[in-house]
């Protein structure tokens, strides 16, 4: 079997070729892809037959959960969808090669700043094998060779997918080498080492595994460890739409990043607002942790003391802390100091306090009257999603395929050289824009 | 004295302000900082002075080179050119604020995508004093903090400099806070550890500074550290701008990243070419270092043979390796493989050769006929250069203020809650650009 290393290399030649693919051979291969899918179903469907009796083992020696096994699962219907996400990204616009900017420099010397796929983006994934057919797609869209390294639940599914959708690409501007699967454990920190070959990691997972791959890598790293979000009820806010939005943002489905792990309230709304959607946290079972002000007010619904560790910890979870304020400026405080930067709400009728809220808060998306959760790359229009950054250089929040782009910059001349624009009768520069 | 630490802790409390400051305050703090240069000369001048009496010592002692010694000196025309690069930034346009996107999700919900400041950016440059009214002035008009670290034989100036332009801020949405110098040589590594407060690395230095940086940080680092840039002459060239661009290439300023160190000559232009070319570097006292076909043309000239690793090279001298290639392919593949990413250029009289060497070249600046000492932030018209960077994440080549921007989304809402749109009856998305 080839290494990680050779597979690196031949997805750094295979990108050079395919970053120059016209949109059309791009678009005929996509459609190759999903009718291919199509086709295989049963090669696909047999394969994770076996992934899934090798994960009820696991699961009844206490090695998985129920939930794991179950995203594992691949269905006559999750093909359907795998179809349905190659043929969003066929219609998603070609991003290579438009021209960024055009500025002549000089008369006949002309700067042309052209969107460029990065190169080679090492992609690690769980046990859902509906994300090689995504991010595939994406990569072949805008050019990128792909080193793809999903769970060793799901090899037989991966492989079977990946093979599937690798054997239909029938044509040259479109190589082969330009996709990779890795299939070991340990390809994954030889992947880390590759800063060579590989431009960008993208690893999706748990906390810790993100955290250890930013940790042990040269190569630029796209993603977040911790979501760690608040929502701001204001001192004027609309009753209805503030219980919709923190309700919704803890409760819709806690286990994920854009959920909220703190509430936040003014002390002037306190009183009436808390009382109300505490019960309706109870009534969901949600635990709620409180500073003194509003462990006054919730007591009887028998919630806890919060200590200073839960103003940071992502609970991921139905656990919710809650801290009275005296300002939005105290709101602000909290949010920049003990938030991870990832999204955060206010819920206000005064406009002024909104703007100010989305002003200075630093944090790559910010809510005014909206629940968190609607930070997602498939919700914010993006068609699919890379992943969301927490980062601020590239790219930041829910990331779609311009998180796949950077530029060149071409200077068409016509045997400029510098030492005529430099020194005592140094010519001047144009700088026009074209 | 602050330690490292506390002065990031402050210029991040200051970014979150200052990113919010208005274009005028902005322009106008800078008018106060150019006045302020020009009325202070005296005392940029005198502690100047001292930094150059010390430098002579070094110089004595062989420590400091007589290019580096002058480099230090400040006098009234270099202060005159600072106080003119602070009026370039005040003419350059606010990035800031600027909607990058608008979307309508749903009705009543509205995703805005808004240029904002990077964060805090630690900044680490040699002898060069300029360097501090450079960038503070474009870090103060993009709104981002900054730490400033400079080399230690110009301490006494930059200090000077420094406080001058600190102490002409007057207004209370600039934050002084938001700029912070730091004068002892642990604080470089010290800065390399505050992950949580500095957003963004720019070195610039010697390769093996950048490399040092680079490997012990895990924040993102601008810039680069190798330069090992080429010249291609095709098979059908005009004579006199391969000439041109050759000669400018190597010998305008060899000591430059974006000087070339290969010259590729395609072997039928190689016997027509190469004497010509050899006899000006000859004159110039450039010493060629040739391939085993290039070597037989040249050899009446005394140049050397080329080993191996002159192909990986970067002399930043008066010395050029010189390869035949069998065809433009050769040249891209030798370019891929050795370069840096960094600049090349080719120089060809035919239209579909010029085009395929722009495309497949893997640089982040290409160049056709053109001379590759272009390739920086003046000459492309940025106004000023924050570095040029030969990463392929956030910004690429020569780089301006766009380097310190990033963005954030503006999510506006109604109440609008995620679970309205998930499940059996799930509201669809509009997706409409505003």
Redo the contacts between chains.
Sequence with gaps: MESVKDKAILAKSGF?IL??AKTRDKNETLESMAKSLDKNRKKILEANKLDILGAKKLLQRGELTDALVKRLEVTDSKIDEMILGIKDVIKLEDPVGKTISA?E?DSG?E?YQIAVP??VIGMVFESRPDVIPQIMSLALKSGNGILLKGGKESLNTNKAIFEVLRDSIKKKSIPKEAFQLLERREDVTGMLKLDKYI??IIPRGSNEFVRFV??NT?I?VLGHSDGICHAYVDKSY?E???L??C???KV??PAVCNAIETLLVHEKSAKKFLPKIGKMYKEAKVEMRCCPVSYEILKDLKVRKAKEKDWSTEYNDLIISIKVVRSIEEALDHI?KYGSHHTDAI?TSDKKA?EYF???V??????????T???DGF???KGAEIGIST????A???TGMEGML??????????????D??GTNAKP?T?KKL
């Design positions: 050079i970053s120059n500025i420099l010397l700067l990065i190169g431009d960008l930013q940790s040269k630029p609309d209805k739409k503030a919709d939005v309700f919704d943002a819709q489905y920049n819920i909104g989305l002003n200075f630093d944090s790559s998306s910010v809510m005014l009257n909206a629940s959760r609607f930070a919700r914010y229009g980062g601020k250089i590239h930041r929040g829910p950077i530029y060149k910059y071409k200077l068409i001349g016509n045997g400029h050289k510098v030492s624009y430099v520069y700088h």
